[in-house]
């Protein structure tokens, strides 16, 4: 009967986070040098070692911050985010769907507001137009004494 616990145990033995954790530290790298030489804020290789997914971003990103980590210690990235990918699937909950509220009318802003925001537009584009075609600038005669 203790031999589910064992290959429960193993199962969480191999985790990315502990693999990549070995592998640094066989290369005797301080985490904050694996911080600084990928850029991956130092935080989020802290969850990755210890498995706290909840404490990642989203899994694309996360999973390039676990490819960088993989090649600053010499670990293959391909695998490594591979397994991280299905790792992170097998430990996450099903898919998890962001509802929106509908609007609270009163924040919404009143339809005049955009009509009026046209016709003003309009009006602005008229008078750039007239002023850009010269109607109301100088004739003829006053250009050329200034040429």
């Known amino acids: 009967m203790d031999e589910p616990e064992q290959t429960e145990g193993a199962l969480f033995e191999t985790r990315v986070g502990v693999t990549l954790r070995d592998a640094r530290l066989s290369h005797n790298i301080e985490l ?38 993989a090649r600053e210690v010499g670990l293959d990235p391909e695998a490594i985010g591979r397994a991280f990918r299905e790792e992170i699937a097998f430990h996450s909950p099903s898919v998890r769907r962001d509802y929106f509220e509908a609007t609270d009318p009163a924040r919404v802003p009143p339809r005049g507001l955009a009509w ?27 250009r050329a004494r200034l040429a």
């Open 32 to 69: 904050r040098d694996i911080a600084s030489e990928t850029r991956v804020p130092l935080r989020h290789l802290e969850a990755i070692e210890s498995g706290e997914y909840d404490r990642l971003p989203a899994p694309t990103y996360s999973t390039g911050f676990v490819k960088a980590f």
């Open 116 to 142: 009026t925001a046209a016709a003003i537009a309009i009006v602005l584009l008229l008078a750039y137009g007239i002023w850009r075609s010269g109607w109301f600038g100088e004739d003829a005669d006053d």
